[in-house]
């Protein structure tokens, strides 16, 4: 068995996915995701220049030699741009294996370990009010779990993870008015003396049933974030997400020394080697990384084991730049993993999101239930791809009060 050709296709419904489709002599082909959100057409321009001519003759089973000649033949290794690539390959490749072997890619795994995976949504407001009803909207839906995020009094609405009252909670990131990112505010002192009141006014109207997440983004200095965890840690959520930047993974040793409070880190991550020290040492309790600009299914695989070694679970990132074939890989790696945790989910089934990429994975009442069919259980209609082209975005980028440069 031949690959003998392989495409990539930049856009989609209000997104730049990037979409790779290697086909095979077999008349077989696989779909992999190479989406990096706001730097799409980097991978795009790695698969198309590098890694497809690369693949032409080469038995797609032969994952693993693949991958290692992807990353060990690169010479200057890692990257996202280049993992996201990897990835996409990665992932087609897997797919393909499914489809010849008739079976749905969690089997390859290992089989089902849940029938279904916990997900959660993303409540958040301008105001204390409005997050409270985004939370109720969620409950409603069948949602356990909530990210919650709220505006800041005295700090403008557009900061981090805070939709305005013209926008869905789920649709607020990337402005695709043009390359130029619009800027935000960030007032750390405000921050740290709202938000903990502010999810322990959560917890008081919501019980102690529902499971609350909260991001603080990088925002925190190392003994900020400390100081934040210690402060939220009567609320009980369930996990803190990225307190301080995990560039200085000693930094987190100082939050473990004063909070208990569980943290998850590691949506920017894109190798083992970005969270081998924080696992190893136990310095987080829920691993973050996104199967597409991780490397792919391979490398995740890796991840996820060495996590479960040191009682660590999955919560991949599952951000709206992701496209259904990322996501699709994600559900069958939460079906298998043994030390699965949540699984971030943020809207992609729009009819025109379903009709360029087909499938049977479903979502209800606040869980994600994984396809059945061989591979990744996912289609792509070409057809429907020359509807969208790339169209430029960008994240905002956050500045302090007196205009230094932050952590976004």
Same mark, same amino acid.
């Given at each position: 068995m031949k690959i003998t050709d392989a495409k990539v296709f930049v856009g989609g419904p209000g997104k730049n996915y990037v979409t790779l489709k290697v086909m095979t002599d077999q008349g077989i082909y696989g779909l992999g995701d190479a989406t990096l959100n706001n730097r799409?057409?980097?991978p795009a321009a790695y698969l198309s220049d590098y890694l497809i001519p690369n693949l032409i003759g080469k038995d797609p089973r032969n994952s693993e030699d693949m991958w290692q000649f992807m990353?060990? $033949?690169?010479?200057?290794?890692?990257?996202?741009?280049?993992?996201? &690539?990897? %990835?996409?390959?990665?992932? *087609? /490749?897997? =797919?393909?294996?499914?489809?010849?072997?008739?079976?749905?890619?969690?089997?390859?795994?290992? $089989?089902?370990?849940?029938d279904s995976a916990?997900?959660?949504?993303? &409540?958040? %407001?301008?105001?204390?009010? *409005? /997050?409270? =009803?985004?939370?109720?909207?969620?409950?409603?839906?069948?949602?356990?779990?909530?990210?919650?995020?709220?505006?800041?009094?005295?700090?403008?609405?557009?900061?981090?993870?805070?939709?305005?009252?013209?926008q869905s909670d789920e649709q607020f990131i990337t402005d695709f008015s043009g390359i130029h990112p619009k800027q935000e505010v960030w007032g750390t002192e405000r921050y740290m003396r709202f938000m903990p009141d502010a999810l322990a006014a959560v917890r008081d109207r919501f019980g102690p049933e529902l499971k609350i997440l909260h991001d603080v983004h990088h925002r925190l200095l190392p003994r900020e974030a400390a100081e934040f965890a210690k402060a939220v840690e009567s609320v009980g959520l369930f996990w803190l997400e990225d307190p301080t930047p995990a560039d200085d993974q000693q930094a987190l040793r100082l939050l473990r020394q004063h909070s208990t409070v569980p943290v998850a880190i590691g949506e920017v991550f894109n190798s083992v080697w970005d969270c081998k020290?924080?696992?190893?040492?136990?310095?987080?309790?829920?691993?973050?990384?996104?199967?597409?600009?991780?490397?792919g299914i391979t490398h995740v695989k890796r991840i996820v084991d060495l996590a479960a070694l040191h009682h660590?679970?999955?919560?991949?990132?599952g951000a709206p730049s992701h496209s259904p074939l990322c996501m699709a890989a994600q559900a069958h790696l939460n079906a298998w993993a043994p030390n699965f945790g949540i699984q971030e989910y943020l809207v992609l089934g729009t009819p025109a999101c379903d009709a360029l990429f087909p499938s049977m994975?479903?979502?209800?009442?606040?869980?994600?239930y994984v396809s059945d069919a061989p591979g990744l259980g996912v289609d792509f209609d070409e057809a429907e791809a020359k509807r969208y082209q790339y169209k430029p975005g960008s994240h905002p980028v956050t500045r302090l009060t007196d205009g230094t440069l932050w952590n976004y």
């Open positions: 799409e057409t980097l990353y060990r $033949g690169a010479y200057f290794r890692r990257g996202p741009i280049a993992m996201a &690539a990897f %990835g996409a390959v990665d992932m *087609a /490749l897997w =797919d393909i294996k499914g489809k010849l072997a008739n079976m749905p890619l969690y089997q390859l795994f290992g $089989g089902k370990s849940r916990l997900v959660y949504a993303h &409540a958040t %407001g301008s105001d204390l009010e *409005a /997050l409270m =009803d985004s939370v109720v909207s969620y409950q409603e839906q069948g949602y356990e779990a909530v990210r919650v995020q709220c505006g800041v009094p005295g700090m403008p609405v557009e900061s981090y993870g805070v939709a305005n009252r013209q020290q924080l696992i190893e040492e136990e310095l987080i309790d829920f691993i973050r990384v996104a199967v597409t600009y991780a490397g660590v679970r999955t919560g991949f990132h994975h479903r979502m209800e009442k606040g869980r994600m």
